[in-house]
C-alpha cells in the first residue's frame, strides 16, 4: 500500500541538531472542523481519504502517518525587541515536507499537538477559537494574493484546554514553503556556531533561492533576496489593512510567506496608529511601523550572516561584511515603498507611471484618515466611481464633498490613460479586481470564532470562509460581510496571543 502522504524530509535529512525529535500528543476525540481540499489537490493529496477520519486521526495528531519524521525545530527570537535565546516549537511539530503539484516543498506541521522539549511552562496545545482564526486569516491572505501559509485542517481534539477559562482544544495542520524564521538564524548565531549557522544558510538557499547557490556572494544574495521578499510582503499587508499584530523575528519567514497568525486583524477606519493586540502596549507593531519594523528584523537576520559574508576571518573583512549587509538594510525602504506604489497604481486603476502618483495616492490616504474612511470599502467604492457611480463613495465620508478636489485629480490622471466610456468601464473592472469587497472583518470573526468554540456551530464559521475565498465578488450572497462593525465595537476590539 502506498503511504497517505507522500513525505520526502529534508529537514530532517539535513540538518541533524537543528531540531529535537518529538511525537504528537493522541487525541481523545478527534473531529476534523475544518478541511482544506483545495489545499490537498494543490498539494497532491488524496482530499477523499484524507477529508475523513483518517485525516481527522492524523491532523489531530493522534496517528503518525507513515513516513512522518515529528520534529520540534530550535529557533530563538527578538520578542518585542528584546532577545530570547530559546523559543523554539513549544506547541508545534514539522511533521515532515511533501512535494506539490507545482514541484515545490511543503512543510506539514501541526500546531497545539502537546509539549515538545521547546514547551518551557507552556501546555503544548491550542484552543478552537484561534487555530479556526489562522485558517480564516490565511485562507483570507491566500485570496488576496499575498502569500502566507495555510491551514489544510482544523481538528478538535475532544480535550479541553486551560486559558483564561477552560476552551475546546484543537490542533491546526499547517503549510508552509518552510518554517525557516530569522530566529533559526539567530538561535545558531547566539550560539556562535558559526557552522550551523552556515549549513542553515545554505539549505536556505537551496530551497528557496536555488539560483544563487554557486554564487560566491551567496550569503550575502541571500539577505537581499529575504529583504526583497519582505519588501513585496508587507507592501501587500499595507495594501489590504493587515496587522500582523507580533512581528517578532520568531515570526518572520525567510521564504517571505505570512507565518504565525495571532493577535492579527484588518483595520477598519484608516489609521496609520492602528493596533488590536492586547500586549502591544508601545504601538511597535502597529500598522503603520510594520515596515520599520521589518527592517530592524531584516538587521537581526543581518547580524547573523555577517561572518558568512566576510571573506575571511579578520577584523578588516567583517567591517566590509557589515558595510555590505548595511547597504542591503539601507535599501529595504526603497524597495518596499516601490511595492508599495505598484500596488497603489493598479488601486487607482493606474497602468502606467506617473511622476505624481505617490502624492496621488498618499493624499488619498490622508483624506481617508481625516475622514475616518472604512480602508477596504474606501477603495472598493473609488471603482464605483470609476466609472460615474460616485455616491457610494461619498456616503462614507463625514463630509460628502471632501473628496471633491481629490477626485477631480484623480480623474484628471486616469483620463490620460483612456477617458473614453470603454475606458472608463474596464478600469472599474480592473480596480474591482483589486480592491477586495470582502476581508475578514473582526465582528464577523469573532462571531464565527465564538459560535464554534462555545456552541459547537460551524455554520457561520464555514459562511465567512466561503465569503472571503472570494474577496473580489459582491454577489448578494457577499452582503453581509461588505460592512464595518459599528465604530464602537472596533474602538474596544483586542486581539490576544493564541496561547
Ligand atoms: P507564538 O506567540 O505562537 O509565536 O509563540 C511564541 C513562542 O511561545 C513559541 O516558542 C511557541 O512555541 C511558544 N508557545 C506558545 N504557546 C505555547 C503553548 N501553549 N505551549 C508551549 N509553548 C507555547
Ligand atoms: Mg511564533
Not at 145 to 158: E, F, N, Q, W
Not at 248 to 257: F, I, K, Q, R, Y
Not at 443 to 448: I, K, L, P, S, W
Request: net charge negative; with cysteine; glycine share 10%.
Amino acid at each position: 500500500m502506498t503511504a497517505l502522504i507522500p513525505f520526502d524530509n529534508s529537514y530532517a535529512r539535513e540538518l541533524p541538531g537543528f531540531w529535537v525529535s518529538c511525537n504528537p500528543e493522541a487525541a481523545p476525540a478527534p473531529e476534523l472542523l475544518f478541511f482544506n481540499r483545495d489545499l490537498a489537490l494543490a498539494l497532491g493529496l488524496n482530499p477523499d481519504v484524507l477529508g475523513g477520519p483518517d485525516g481527522a486521526a492524523i491532523f489531530s495528531g493522534t496517528r503518525v502517518p507513515e513516513g512522518a519524521e515529528p520534529l520540534a525545530q530550535a529557533y530563538a527570537g527578538h520578542q518585542f525587541g528584546g532577545f530570547s535565546p530559546q523559543l523554539g516549537d513549544g506547541r508545534a511539530l514539522l511533521l515532515g515536507e511533501v512535494i506539490d503539484r507545482h514541484g515545490q516543498r511543503r512543510d506539514l506541521t501541526l500546531k497545539g499537538s502537546g509539549r515538545t522539549p521547546f514547551s518551557r511552562r507552556g501546555d503544548g496545545k491550542a484552543a478552537v477559537g484561534p487555530m479556526l482564526r489562522e485558517a480564516l486569516m490565511g485562507e483570507a491572505m491566500h485570496a488576496l494574493g499575498i502569500p502566507t501559509t495555510r491551514a489544510l485542517a482544523v481538528t478538535s481534539t475532544g480535550e479541553t484546554v486551560q486559558r483564561e477559562r477552560p476552551l475546546p482544544g484543537a490542533v491546526l495542520t499547517r503549510v508552509a514553503a518552510s518554517h525557516l524564521r530569522v530566529g533559526t538564524f539567530e538561535y545558531f548565531r547566539a550560539r556562535r556556531d558559526t557552522d550551523r549557522v552556515r549549513r542553515l544558510a545554505d539549505y536556505a538557499l537551496a530551497r528557496h533561492d536555488p539560483d544563487l547557490t554557486g554564487a560566491d556572494d551567496r550569503y550575502l544574495a541571500l539577505l537581499r533576496r529575504v529583504a526583497q521578499r519582505q519588501a513585496t510582503l508587507v507592501a501587500g499587508w499595507m495594501n489590504v489593512g493587515f496587522i500582523h499584530g507580533v512581528l517578532n523575528t520568531d515570526n518572520v519567514a525567510l521564504s517571505g510567506e505570512t507565518i504565525d497568525y495571532g493577535p492579527c486583524a484588518f483595520m477598519e477606519a484608516f489609521d496609520p496608529g492602528a493596533v488590536f493586540s492586547s500586549i502591544d502596549h508601545g504601538g511597535r507593531y502597529a500598522y503603520g511601523n510594520q515596515p520599520a519594523v521589518t527592517r530592524w528584523n531584516l538587521a537581526r537576520l543581518a547580524e547573523t550572516l555577517l561572518p558568512l559574508i566576510a571573506t575571511e576571518d579578520s577584523e578588516a573583512a567583517m567591517a566590509r561584511a557589515a558595510e555590505q549587509a548595511t547597504e542591503v538594510i539601507d535599501a529595504f525602504p526603497g524597495w518596499f515603498a516601490a511595492a508599495l506604489l505598484t500596488r497603489q497604481r493598479a488601486k487607482l486603476g493606474l497602468t502606467g507611471n506617473g511622476a505624481g502618483d505617490h502624492t496621488l495616492a498618499a493624499d488619498w490616504l490622508t483624506l481617508l484618515q481625516e475622514q475616518r474612511v472604512d480602508y477596504t470599502l474606501g477603495w472598493r467604492r473609488l471603482a464605483d466611481a470609476a466609472d460615474g457611480n460616485e455616491n457610494p463613495l461619498r456616503s462614507l465620508f463625514a463630509d460628502p464633498q471632501a473628496p471633491d478636489a481629490w477626485l477631480a485629480r484623480w480623474r484628471a490622471r486616469a483620463e490620460t490613460e483612456g477617458g473614453s466610456p470603454a475606458d472608463l468601464n474596464a478600469r472599474a473592472t480592473r480596480m474591482r479586481r483589486v480592491n477586495p469587497a470582502v476581508i475578514p472583518r473582526n465582528h464577523r470573526v469573532e462571531e464565527a470564532l465564538t459560535a464554534a468554540s462555545d456552541h459547537g456551530d460551524l455554520g457561520p464559521f464555514q459562511r465567512l470562509m466561503a465569503a472571503i475565498q472570494r474577496p473580489y465578488d459582491e454577489t448578494p450572497e457577499q452582503a453581509p460581510y461588505l460592512d464595518p462593525a459599528p465604530a464602537a465595537v472596533t474602538a474596544c476590539y483586542r486581539t490576544y496571543c493564541g496561547t
